[in-house]
């Protein structure tokens, strides 16, 4: 079922999760755990992320340093096409143009509509660890809206290849990223609505959000978002602090700020367990208003930790 008709049908606030695949070489424990461990609270879609290639430099007996370049958490596919059948929950997984080309990526999509998959979350992923800035794959997307573009003319039976004829059209509900404190590389929070519109009107079903801790700041770009014209679901993406760390790790890589309260409250905590109960209880506060404001659906960044987004749920729903 597609995530956009599961939205539209639910009169009430609905539940998804964002796992990760497993590093290569693990097998699929964790994330079937995870799952297990929040069948009961009846999640209506699981979110599988995708990760690029990274650079990696070895030193060869030789002494001579060798660069490489491997993906440590592959599988995205697959996982995504098992946890389907295996649990009958729709999955989304991620597309990325960031290290991939346009065939491969409608190679991906024919396989996904092959798998019985009819979602995914159309991104542009971020450059290669070391890149400045993003650069686009040779053969691949920019941005995200052009990515959203292809998936688009899937719908129409239009696909890479002009010559082929009596072409089956593929139909995936597509989400696409928004962020509420601006993406990083944004030059002012206008022109980065603007292009969030622009992945909108290339098709884009919903929206959903990158991590924020405080609720004000979904509220306001919500609101700014409707200003602008842009009428689809707008779904906040909840993460439940379990790291002392994210303190300061959580800012640094997503660009987000903590308020000062919680911020405070992570300094004071003496490791990760006490961390935890801080992160958790804000989190649950967060979803408790969403909620009651009536929020489409709560989108929780679980990546393979249940026992924090089972309390959330447990509060919540
Ligand atoms: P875009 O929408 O392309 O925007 C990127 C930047 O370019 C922005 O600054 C935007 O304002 C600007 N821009 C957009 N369009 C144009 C244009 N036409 N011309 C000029 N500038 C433009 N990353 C992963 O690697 N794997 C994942 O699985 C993953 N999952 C995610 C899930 C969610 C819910 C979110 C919020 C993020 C996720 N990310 C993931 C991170 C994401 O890939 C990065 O945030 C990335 O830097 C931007 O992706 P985007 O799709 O928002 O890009």
């Not at 606030?13 to 497993?22: N, Y």
């Not at 004829?165 to 990223?177: E, Y």
């Not at 200003?227 to 679901?233: C, F, L, Q, R, Y």
């Not at 935890?276 to 209880?281: D, N």
């Amino acid at each position: 079922m597609k995530v956009i008709d599961i939205i539209n049908k639910s009169e009430k606030t609905i539940f998804s999760f964002e796992l990760l695949p497993p590093l290569k070489g693990n097998d699929a424990g964790v994330i079937t755990r995870t799952i297990e461990s929040l069948l009961d609270y009846n999640p209506q879609y699981i979110n599988i992320t995708t990760h690029r290639e990274e650079q990696e430099y070895r030193e060869l007996a030789d002494g001579t340093i060798e660069k490489r370049a491997i993906r440590k958490r592959p599988g995205t596919v697959a996982i995504a096409a098992s946890i389907q059948y295996k649990y009958g929950i729709p999955v989304v997984p991620h597309i990325l143009c960031g290290g991939f080309t346009k065939s491969e990526t409608e190679y991906m999509l024919i396989d996904l509509n092959f798998l019985g998959i009819e979602n995914v979350l159309a991104l542009r992923g971020d450059g290669i660890k070391g890149q400045q800035v993003f650069q686009p794959t040779p053969g691949g997307h920019a941005n995200a809206n052009e990515l959203v573009k292809q998936i688009v003319d899937l719908r129409e039976g239009k696909y890479l290849d002009s010559d082929l004829k009596n072409n089956t059209p593929l139909d995936f509900c597509i989400g696409v990223a928004g962020y509420p404190e601006k993406h990083f590389e944004s030059p002012n929070p206008e022109l980065d609505l603007q292009y969030l519109k622009q992945k909108v009107n290339a098709g884009a079903d919903y929206i959903v959000t990158q991590m924020f801790f405080d609720n004000k700041k979904y509220f306001d770009f919500v609101d700014r978002c409707r200003a602008a014209g842009i009428t689809v679901p707008i779904i906040p993406g909840l993460k439940p602090i379990n790291l002392k760390n994210q303190l300061t790790v959580l800012p640094k890589i997503f660009s987000i700020d903590l308020p000062q309260e919680l911020a405070l409250e992570l300094a004071r905590c003496k490791d990760n367990d006490a961390a935890k109960i801080v992160g958790t209880e804000w989190a649950i506060h967060q979803a408790k208003e969403l909620v009651a404001r009536n929020v489409p659906s709560l989108h929780i960044y679980t990546y393979g930790i249940s026992d924090n987004t089972r309390k959330i749920v447990e509060a919540v729903f």
